[in-house]
Structure formats: structure tokens, C-alpha cells
């Protein structure tokens, strides 16, 4: 097994998917927690002056999603069948799309803010989230996503489904998910998974984004 | 091999990479070209009221780049070393944000596309473009992104240096990545690829998006 760092800031953010990987693998790995001081100096040693960064036996590898693949594959987590690893990919793909109508609006109108962050939660949200619903009605009863065992796809509605329920998003309501039955049942599996809940008590969640 | 069918409008946009991998692999597919006026007929029918679409043995899938990747495995294009695998993902991410900073603004106002735009070339490139660009230069000489051979990497920046290229792009000079020699290098390693000079003398470049 090749030695493995995940470097982030200490939150759950755009890692935590990645981390849950790895945790639910049982793959030994060095967690470590850049501090937002310390950021100026570590940015430009990394790829894209962004994290989060893993790095595989000294190797620097980049960009979330390429490291939450790489992570699911080393944890059994990623489908060897092209099709059923396609639809992993294709809910991963979705939660992009849900995230980018989440983020869209960066600026510091509260008023605009609130108008994109309706139209994200009346509009993107019943289309996108709607959709994947009932994909994932059609891929089976779960509680898994895709097929009968976690994939990173079970991850990435963790991580959308975290960002909502915790309350963090100014002006979205934090039940906006709740009717989703199928979506929250995967949450639920993960989050109800030994290794995840054993990780949750060492590491306190801490922020989101 | 399954029986595929690809189904996208007629031009090349989010589907030509995945047409591309099929073609470089010589893999047969249907190259189903959706025509706008049948298109409010055909949108219910897709899982997100979107293209592309995959359709393999009857199945669905969708996710421009969880079709990419599933053609890309057909074809031999994605590389089986997890690692070697992660560094394709991660040219296909950063592309992503490429290609989202590059649409960001979506309004009527030309003033506003004009000055987002300008960002776009003035920020955006230098920072994401360019990193990969270095990233490129570390994984080795080329001309292919990553290792010795093509793979859905290349055809992620071949997506990206046509858009650029063909001038299509408001406010954007279409020399805009002609100093990025490693990046410029992997473009023309595919458009110089027998298999894909033969498929765009037998299918005219169209549109782009």
C-alpha cells in the first residue's frame, strides 16, 4: 500500500468525502490539517494554489474529484464494471452540478445572495436533486447508491446532503432535503457505517463548505 | 462489446471528446445528432432533461464526464494504474474549472460578458491554464498528457484549445493558449491521429460550446 497524505484545512469540506474513503477502506493515512496561518506560505507549493492535495509516495495529486476516485479505488469503493463504476461517475458528475447552483453567487449582496439561493432551492435543487432521486430509484432499493455496497457516489451525497442539513447556507432551509428518501437513505448508510461513526467520534465536525 | 449509442445535438460541444474516444478505439457506436426541433420531445426522456446521453444495451447513462471516462475504458484510454489514472482526473478537473470560469457569466449584458471575459483570459487561464501546463511539463515530454499514449486526458484539452481556437468565444482572443507549449503539443497529437483526421473528413466540424 503506498504511503498516503491528505493535506486540507482543518474542516470537512472538499476532503472529507476523500477522508471517509480512506477511513472506510481501513487505508492508513497521515490526516493533515493546514492551518488558514500557515495557508500563504503552503499555497504555492501546491499544484493549483488550492487544496485539497493527496500526496501518494511523495507523488502530489490534485483536484477533488481525481482524489476521491484515486482514494475509492484503493478502499474497494469504486466499481471494477465500467457501467456501474459510469453511473458512480455520473452521481458524482450530478453533485458537481448541484454545487456549482449551490456556490453560484460569491459576491457580498445580501439581497442578490438570497435571490440565487432561492432560485437554487425552488429550481436546481427539484431538477438536479429530483433527478437523481429517481435514478437512483431506478439503480435499486439501496441503501447503497449503486449496486449493494458503498461507493464514492454514497460519499458525494454525504457531502451535499451534510452541507444542507447542517444549516450553514445562508438563506436555504435546512430540511430542503428531507423528501428526498432515497438520497437521505444513502446518507443515512454512511453515516451509520462503524468505521465512519468510530471516525466521527475521534474528529469532531467542525466546519463545512 | 455492448451496443452503444451516443445522443447529443448535432455539433461538438460536451459530447465530441466521448465521440472521439470511441472513434480513436475503434469502438462501434450510433452517432445518434439530435435536431433542436425534436428536442422539447426527446428532454423528458433523458435523466437529467439534458445531453449527452449514453445509451448502452438499452441502458442509460448520463454525465458528459462519467461518459467520457466509461468510453475512455472501452477504448483504452484510461489507464488502469490507479495513479496514472488520478493524473488523467485531475487534467479533467482542472478543465472543468477552466471551462466553468469561461461560462461564468450567462446574462444579456455585453458589458458585463465583456468584462467577465476579460477576466476569464486575464486570471483564469494564467492561473488554471498555466498551472496545467507545468503539471504537463512534470508528467514528461509528451506529446501525450499523461504517459506514453493518448488518453481521455488529451481529449479533455483538445476540447478546450478548439473552443479557444475556433473564435467562437465573445470577447476572447482566440490565440489565447498558443504559448502554452505542452498543452498546444497534446491538441495536436490528437487532431494528427489517423483515426481522428479520417472522422472529421467524413463529419465537418459544426459548432462548438
Not at 474497494?76 to 458537481?96: M, R, W
Amino acid at each position: 500500500m503506498p504511503e498516503i497524505k491528505l493535506t486540507y484545512f482543518d474542516m470537512r469540506g472538499r476532503a472529507e468525502a476523500s477522508r471517509l474513503a480512506l477511513v472506510v477502506g481501513e487505508i492508513p493515512f497521515e490526516d493533515e490539517r493546514v492551518v488558514f496561518d500557515h495557508w500563504k506560505e503552503a499555497k504555492p507549493k501546491t499544484p493549483y494554489a488550492a487544496l485539497p492535495m493527496l500526496t501518494v509516495d511523495g507523488m502530489q495529486v490534485a483536484q477533488s474529484d481525481a482524489i476521491l476516485r484515486y482514494c475509492g479505488k484503493l478502499a474497494g469503493l469504486y466499481p471494477s464494471d465500467p457501467l456501474e463504476a459510469a453511473k458512480v461517475d455520473e452521481v458524482g458528475g450530478v453533485i458537481d452540478d448541484v454545487t456549482h447552483a449551490m456556490y453560484r453567487y460569491r459576491g457580498d449582496d445580501k439581497d442578490k445572495l438570497r435571490e440565487e439561493r432561492d432560485k437554487f432551492s425552488k429550481v436546481d435543487v427539484p431538477r438536479y436533486v429530483g433527478a437523481l432521486e429517481k435514478r437512483l430509484e431506478a439503480f435499486g432499493d439501496g441503501p447503497w447508491a449503486v449496486g449493494g455496497n458503498m461507493t464514492i457516489a454514497d460519499l458525494h451525497i454525504c457531502h451535499l446532503v451534510t452541507n444542507i442539513r447542517c444549516g450553514m447556507l445562508d438563506f436555504v432551509d435546512k430540511d430542503l432535503l428531507e423528501g428526498y428518501v432515497r438520497i437521505v437513505k444513502s446518507y443515512s448508510a454512511v453515516m451509520e457505517h462503524p468505521k465512519v461513526t468510530e471516525w466521527y467520534e475521534k474528529k469532531p465536525v467542525k466546519m463545512f463548505s
